[in-house]
């Protein structure tokens, strides 16, 4: 089955610099992509996802790549906000009704002003 | 916005009493799950449901595991024994077409966390 690793597991970084997390993921056939945030004692919340027809989205700051040759996926937060601080998790699945969304374990970014 | 409900939000057993956890999907969803988060861990998939039946699930959704749709509207997880290392949060989330890609988005309840004493 799926698998999927997240890093780096912790991110620090000041207001206004850019935030990048990396996924890799292990079955080719997974089509999926997509990245939740979780503030502390919530439930996830889908942010930003990409099919595996394209390689970049971008959304305001927040921004997607993917590289399917290499089965890897990044995040991109450009002029980090302190609100931005949360657990980021990637996911990958076969985009398909039914199928299960097999996360990463999680960054935990945290923004100092 | 339509939500995902989950009931109860927070719930204390003893260690081999029977827990059931519900949850109220998006209406016009088909397509149902169940996930767990223990404290401080990344979010693991248990099971998927369709049509009145699994349709996937995780190596964690053993015996002690069963979810039931028992009516138009709820969609259950019951453990029938529970175990300590059954803590967790527990999310149900079910599945629609969502405005970001057009690819099918899975929308989580807020969680019912669960604690075996």
């Known amino acids: 089955g799926e698998n999927v690793e997240q890093h780096p597991s912790t991110l620090s970084v000041q207001e206004g610099d850019s935030a990048v997390i990396k996924c890799t993921y292990s079955d080719s056939a997974s089509n999926y992509f997509p990245w939740y945030k979780q503030e502390l004692g919530k439930r996830p919340q889908l942010i930003i996802d990409i099919r595996s027809n394209v390689g970049e989205k971008k959304d305001q700051r927040i921004a997607v790549t993917l590289n399917k040759t290499a089965k890897h996926f990044s995040l991109h937060i450009t002029e980090t906000q302190p609100e931005d601080s949360a657990v980021y998790f990637c996911?990958?699945?076969?985009?398909?009704?039914?199928?299960?969304?097999?996360f990463g374990k999680g960054t935990t970014l945290s923004v100092s002003s | 916005e339509p939500e995902v409900t989950q009931t109860p939000s927070h719930q204390v057993t003893q260690m081999g009493q029977e827990v059931i956890l519900r949850c109220v999907p998006i209406?016009?969803?088909?397509?149902f799950y169940w996930y767990r988060q223990i404290l401080g861990q990344k979010v693991e998939f248990l099971v998927s449901?369709?049509?009145?039946?699994?349709?996937?699930k995780s190596e964690i959704f053993d015996d002690q595991f069963s979810v039931e749709r028992p009516d138009g509207s709820n969609f259950t997880l019951k453990i029938r024994s529970t175990k300590l290392e059954d803590s967790a949060m527990y999310f149900c989330?079910?599945?629609?077409?969502?405005?970001?890609?057009?690819?099918?988005?899975?929308?989580f309840g807020a969680g019912s966390r669960l604690t075996v004493l």
């Open positions: 449901f369709y049509n009145n039946e699994i349709s996937e």
């Open positions: 996911a990958a699945s076969l985009n398909q009704a039914g199928t299960a969304l097999i």
């Open positions: 209406s016009n969803h088909l397509y």
């Open positions: 989330a079910s599945l629609g077409t969502g405005p970001l890609s057009g690819a099918n988005v899975l929308t």
